[in-house]
């Protein structure tokens, strides 16, 4: 159970990281089913602090348009392009962090170009091992269609000492275990200048444009 408790919690650190907006006094789970009333994440930070490196729009307002006929044709001209908002100094150890639809639509488009050539599919597999020169990864609850470069190291989550409040109470009357936590917390990019990324809640596939 206890295992149980932790990893749910670091779970749920995961999703506010990438989906949370803001803090609200009594958060609303139906309202915000991805957490994004329960703290400010990283994407927020951005927003805050350096919005110019969240992209939000291409050539039709309001939409990143991702595919053939888009704003980005494939991931390794939206990583190159995405990357170029970071100053060359800081550059080190960058990752490309990027969600499951875009890795998908990159697959499919890959596999119907090289056909049923087994030697052209070793090919096309080896074409996904980067992206735009940067290894890349989907981190656990990333946005399905979010993309990010950074290095691993520039996302932190600040815990106060001794704000973690925990209590167990036995609720016979419901026949269960009621387990209340909390604690102060916060999200922090900590060189936002080493961070873009572009407004996954604006992505258009290609077939949605």
């Known amino acids: 159970y206890q295992r149980y408790v932790q990893a749910r919690i ?4 995961e999703i506010i990281g990438w989906y949370g907006t803001s803090v609200a006094a ?5 309202a915000n089913p991805m957490l994004q009333d329960v703290n400010k994440g990283w994407l927020q930070y951005m927003r805050d602090n350096k919005a110019a490196n969240i992209l939000t729009t291409g050539s039709v ?5 991702f595919g053939a006929g888009g704003d980005f044709v494939n991931l390794d001209v939206a990583v190159h392009d995405i ?4 100053p060359s100094y800081m550059r080190q150890n960058l990752v490309a962090l990027i969600g499951t639809d875009l890795i998908a639509q990159e697959k499919a488009a890959l596999m119907a170009a090289v056909g049923g050539k087994p030697t052209e599919k070793s090919l096309a597999q080896l074409a996904l091992a980067t992206f735009g020169g940067l290894t890349w990864e989907t981190p656990s609850n990333f946005p399905a269609r979010g993309l990010v ?6 996302l932190s989550i600040y815990q106060q000492d001794g704000s973690w409040r925990r209590q167990i109470l036995d609720n016979p009357k419901k026949d269960r275990v009621e387990d209340y936590n909390s604690r102060n917390e916060g999200y922090v ?5 080493k961070l873009t990324a572009w407004e ?10």
């Open 61 to 65: 307002a309001g939409q990143i348009r």
């Open 10 to 13: 670091a779970s749920d650190m």
């Open 189 to 193: 990019v900590e060189t936002p200048e």
């Open 83 to 86: 990357m170029q908002g970071i």
């Open 200 to 209: 996954f809640a604006n992505v258009k596939l290609e077939g949605e444009f």
């Open 26 to 30: 009594t958060t609303d789970l139906v």
């Open 149 to 154: 470069v950074t290095s691993l190291d520039n």
